[in-house]
């Protein structure tokens, strides 16, 4: 398994699903999925804001329903959103219909015609209903902030090795990421803007 650069076979085996911005511009583009979290997700707009930079929120559609103070922050700081699913479900072990189905629910709460399938597991079939109405949106550096004993002075100097250009990075607002997030988002939003990247949104 990839640690924290997608192989580049990947995206020719997938060539339907996004995992990078093709630009040859300095810019980043940072993704945060399975918010929105009332303190944690407001914790990374106000750090977004201190370098003025924009990113995507792949969000769960019950935590808008639980937090949709939260939500409306996401989009008055100017930020997108993207669509994760009601559920947070696996496309692998769910079927297309109900998966479909889950989805639509989400979209009644997230207005975005941009999706990202939980733990980027989907199925073809999946893909090939989904890509009508959306663009899928996967990565290309997971930072791994999810992992409860990760080096994270280790993690992101291979994550500033392989970062580039029109890179795809996830992050995670929830819970389960919050110490490794806050450690590590501060030190790459610095990183990169000492560089004259830009971030941006989707």
């Known amino acids: 398994?990839?640690?924290f650069k997608?192989?580049?076979?990947?995206?020719?085996l997938f060539p339907q699903l996004l995992w990078r911005v093709n630009t040859q511009q300095p810019d980043i583009y940072l993704t945060f999925d399975d918010g929105p979290h009332p303190y944690i997700t407001d914790w990374v707009l106000q750090t977004l804001q201190i370098y003025n930079a924009k990113a995507t929120f792949f969000c769960v559609g019950e935590n808008v329903q639980r937090f949709p103070e939260t939500y409306a922050n996401i989009l008055a700081a100017g930020h997108s959103t993207g669509n994760h699913t009601q559920n947070h479900l696996k496309g692998w072990t769910t079927p297309t219909a109900r998966y479909i189905s889950n989805i639509n629910e989400c979209a009644a709460l997230v207005k975005s015609r941009l999706f990202r399938p939980p733990y980027g597991r989907i199925?073809?079939?999946?893909?090939?209903?989904?890509?009508k109405n959306y663009t899928l949106v996967m990565w290309d550096i997971l930072t791994r902030d999810y992992e409860k004993n990760l080096d994270t002075e280790k993690a992101l100097k291979t994550i500033f090795r392989k970062i580039r250009p029109g890179s795809l990075v996830v992050f995670h607002d929830s819970e389960k990421s919050e110490k490794n997030l806050m450690l590590m988002l501060p030190k790459l939003l610095e990183h990169f803007s000492a560089?004259?990247?830009?971030?941006?949104?989707?």
């Open 1 to 3: 398994m990839f640690r």
């Open 6 to 12: 997608v192989p580049d076979i990947l995206p020719s």
């Open 123 to 131: 199925t073809p079939a999946q893909i090939n209903v989904l890509r």
């Open 195 to 202: 560089k004259g990247y830009s971030f941006k949104c989707l």
